[in-house]
């Protein structure tokens, strides 16, 4: 069955630093794709970013970076100069193969706390 | 224009009351979620529908009932409130499921506090 650990439940940086959210998944599927959402405190969940399991190219957006190994099943994610407005919990999802229903499969979340 | 639409955002209720949170899409997806966010932040399927065909259904009591009258709609109706049943509920869509890599687009959510 799928599964996805966020181990890290609570992070607390002052704003400038860089953190990394560690995400790492199960899977026996071949085909499968990841993602990551936000949800500050407003509470609306917010796309990140959604990666197959065939591109294993890192990818960044600004400030985000993420880095993915099928190696190591992980899927990890980077603020770089972390901002009081990235403040939030941060979700990695791991998609379920379509013929079983497709629904994704949440962590538990990361929350992290940036502070001025 | 909001994509996912969910309405009403905040619901206070007593016990043992029955109540209903409506969605819609405007993305012309084909696939509709609802997910069960319990006060630990932990996110669950209930429910998805393709096309108003039910497709997952999970582990839930059978007091909550979903109801897809068109592929842009999906509504949640409970039956008899508990306090369990306090939580934050989800709607979602994608234009299929995400096991062909279809992002899931989620409505702002609905907050349910049962008294």
């Known amino acids: 069955a799928q599964k996805v650990t966020q181990a890290q439940t609570e992070i607390s940086v002052v704003e400038k630093e860089d953190v990394t959210l560690d995400c790492v998944y199960e899977t026996r599927d071949t085909t499968y794709y990841l993602f990551w959402y936000k949800q500050p405190p407003s509470g609306e969940l917010v796309f990140l970013i959604r990666r197959n399991s065939f591109d294993e190219q890192n990818e960044i957006s600004g400030r985000y970076s993420w880095n993915f190994q099928k190696s190591t099943s992980s899927f990890n994610f980077t603020i770089t100069a972390s901002q009081v407005v990235d403040s939030a919990v941060y979700f990695c999802a791991l998609s379920e193969p379509y013929n079983q229903g497709g629904k994704l499969i949440f962590g538990q979340g990361t929350e992290l706390s940036v502070k001025p | 224009d909001t994509a996912v639409s969910q309405t009403p955002k905040y619901l206070v209720t007593q016990m043992g009351n029955d109540k209903s949170i409506k969605c819609e899409q405007n993305?012309?997806?084909?696939?509709m979620y609802w997910y069960k966010q319990d006060s630990k932040k932990f996110l669950k399927i209930m429910f998805s529908y393709n096309n108003k065909e039910l497709i997952i259904n999970e582990t839930v009591p059978n007091r909550f009932s979903p109801k897809s009258p068109d592929k842009a709609h999906l509504n949640l109706h409970i039956n008899s409130l508990e306090l369990g049943d306090s939580a934050v509920y989800f709607c979602a869509s994608s234009l299929e499921g995400t096991g062909r890599g279809n992002t899931i687009y989620f409505g702002e959510g609905s907050w349910l506090t049962v008294v």
């Open positions: 993305l012309g997806h084909d696939t």
